[in-house]
């Protein structure tokens, strides 16, 4: 395969490979199938160092195809565009709370849901997890984290496993840091800011 994009956490990858095509396809549009046959094979897979498969487009394929010895099928070369989410270490993001356990909330980002641990939600400690409501609660702040919040996190932890024959990818956030955590409470911070600037503009003689 060939790769050719940007680092970023979305990009736009072109690669090319050799697709199967089944005989019970043979008498389909070739580009409708090869199309159809690489959406399943790449959407949703995780792959280590390039991330999670989006979508695809912009497949072309070669109408020649190569037969193999005891496989009906023929093998197309194709070359084609698939949009991948690449998480970065130290990337700030934003995303909404999507569901909570007692150790943390999970946070969508893209196409996967990163992990909020309770010590990384606020800086505050947290000593309260409504199981009910989903949410969590700071102990001198009171603020409150819980299902339907949308933050904004920094990535400090992107670690890539292997479950039976699938890869996934863990994706670790915190909110322990200038100008991240619930939306809200930014907007709190930076209020605040601008009403002590401009008390001491006031106060300058």
């Known amino acids: 395969m060939v790769f050719k994009g940007l680092p970023c956490?979305?990009?736009?990858?072109?690669i090319e490979d050799y697709i199967r095509i089944p005989p019970s396809r043979f008498g389909e549009p070739l580009e409708k199938v090869a199309f159809e046959e690489l959406w399943g094979q790449y959407v949703g897979k995780v792959e280590r160092d390039v991330g999670v498969y989006v979508a695809i487009f912009d497949v072309e394929v070669s109408k020649r195809g190569v037969v193999i010895f005891?496989?009906?099928?023929?093998?197309?070369?194709?070359?084609f565009k698939a949009l991948?989410?690449?998480?970065?270490?130290?990337?700030?993001?934003?995303?909404?709370?999507?569901?909570?356990?007692e150790f943390g909330a999970f946070v969508r980002i893209g196409p996967i849901e990163a992990l909020i641990h309770r010590t990384q939600m606020m800086?505050?400690?947290?000593v309260l997890y409504d199981k009910q409501s989903g949410a969590f609660v700071g102990e001198r702040s009171r603020r409150r984290l819980g299902r339907g919040d949308v933050v904004r996190a920094r990535v400090v932890g992107v670690s890539y496993v292997t479950a039976g024959n699938r890869d996934m990818v863990r994706v670790s956030l915190t909110l322990r840091q200038p100008m991240l955590g619930k939306l809200e409470w930014i907007e709190e911070e930076l209020s605040g800011a601008r009403k002590k600037a401009q008390a001491k503009a006031q106060q300058k003689p």
């Open 9 to 14: 956490m979305f990009r736009v990858l072109t």
């Open 70 to 79: 005891g496989d009906g099928a023929t093998y197309n070369r194709v070359r």
């Open 84 to 101: 991948v989410y690449t998480p970065l270490m130290s990337e700030v993001v934003e995303g909404e709370v999507v569901r909570t356990e």
């Open 123 to 126: 800086e505050d400690n947290v």
